[in-house]
């Protein structure tokens, strides 16, 4: 590709793979962009496809990104490699929403909690 700034889109096992410009365009109607979202009291869990890489330079770009709007946590950001990381987290980052613990302590690199 000879895009200045790569864009990228999932294939069909949730894997980020380099596009023209117009085809990650045409991918943003795509209903897959948000595979998850769910409202746990006033807070708001959305993951979903950026496509955009977030860290320049990096081997493998982050593609999808959990947010957290609203509740304590509001700002909350977190970005995956792929589709299953992404799914994964959201389930977690829910699961910590729904005890009480802080999703605070998330690790970027293990994708673990530390």
């Known amino acids: 590709m000879t895009n200045e700034v790569p ?3 999932a294939d069909e096992n ?8 117009e085809i990650y365009l045409a991918s943003l109607s795509d209903k897959d962009r948000r595979p998850k979202a769910d409202r746990i009291g006033d807070a708001i869990v959305t993951t979903f496809f950026t496509g955009i890489v977030r860290v320049p330079g990096r081997q493998k770009p982050f593609l999808f990104e959990t947010t957290i709007e609203g509740g ?7 970005s995956w490699e792929n589709h299953r990381q992404a799914i994964d987290g959201h389930d977690q980052i829910v699961a910590a929403i729904q005890s009480g613990a ?8 293990t994708a673990s909690w530390d």
């Open 72 to 78: 304590r946590h509001s700002g909350f950001r977190l």
């Open 7 to 9: 864009n990228y889109v």
């Open 102 to 109: 802080s999703v605070h302590g998330y690790s970027f690199r």
């Open 14 to 21: 949730g894997r980020a793979r380099e596009v023209s410009i």
